[in-house]
T-cell receptor, first 113, second 115 residues
Framework: AQSVTQLDSQVPVFEEAPVELRCNYS??????LFWYVQYPNQGLQLLLK??????LVKGINGFEAEFNKSQTSFHLRKPSVHISDTAEYFC???????????FGAGTQVVVTP | GAVVSQHPSWVICKSGTSVKIECRSL??????MFWYRQFPKQSLMLMAT?????????EQGVEKDKFLINHASLTLSTLTVTSAHPEDSSFYIC???????????FGPGTRLTVT
């Protein structure tokens, strides 16, 4: 069985400041890792994913994440946030090629001027 | 590419009636589709997984007679909430994946309100 822990339920951040969203997982097998963003009353949009290869993954909208196998983490970062980054962010893990996911509880990012 | 649509985006129904939600993959063949339920300010809860032409696999605690899932083609899956009650009010999201894609593509969600 696998599980995902997002360590922060809410992260307030000022515009143009950096942000880091923490995600830790537990699994006894190899995993595939994802970060999604959800805006109010919308579905999920993929920010980035780690399947294999380089542990530093770059995604859309200036986001990046680093897979750390020894620490079983996949933290999401952005060096400079915008007001439009205010949203809910979900970390997800899968161990299947056909994509059954386990989601974290989510982190609400609130960007203020 | 990899667009998933849901219809309707918002539905209100009376208690005791049934409502059907459609999930379509618009530009790819979805061998597997997933249905999630999301309560306000909470994460997604997987309800069931469906493969085209097969019976859906429901997660523990999900009533399969209440939440009927049909995956009749490689581009369409439906979720029917039967005899809906106010506690069924929620945001329902579908997603779809292709063979060996490792990724899920999410629909925009359907907000169900049962009065």
């Amino acid at each position: 069985a696998q599980s995902v822990t997002q360590l922060d339920s809410q992260v307030p951040v000022f515009e143009e400041a950096p942000v880091e969203l923490r995600c830790n997982y537990s699994s006894s097998v190899s995993v595939y890792l994802f970060w999604y963003v959800q805006y109010p009353n919308q579905g999920l949009q993929l920010l980035l994913k780690y399947l294999s290869g380089s542990t530093l993954v770059k995604g859309i909208n200036g986001f990046e994440a680093e897979f750390n196998k020894s620490q079983t983490s996949f933290h999401l970062r952005k060096p400079s946030v915008h007001i439009s980054d205010t949203a809910e962010y979900f970390c997800a893990v899968s161990s299947d090629s056909w994509g059954k996911f386990q989601f974290g509880a989510g982190t609400q990012v609130v960007v203020t001027p | 590419g990899a667009v998933v649509s849901q219809h309707p985006s918002w539905v209100i129904c009376k208690s005791g009636t049934s409502v059907k939600i459609e999930c379509r993959s618009l530009d790819f063949q979805a061998t597997t589709m997933f249905w999630y339920r999301q309560f306000p300010k909470q994460s997604l809860m997987l309800m069931a997984t469906s493969n085209e032409g097969s019976k859906a696999t429901y997660e523990q605690g999900v009533e399969k007679d209440k939440f009927l899932i049909n995956h009749a083609s490689l581009t369409l899956s439906t979720l029917t909430v039967t005899s809906a009650h106010p506690e069924d009010s929620s945001f329902y999201i579908c997603s779809a994946s292709q063979v060996a894609s490792y990724e899920q593509y999410f629909g925009p969600g359907t907000r169900l309100t049962v009065t």
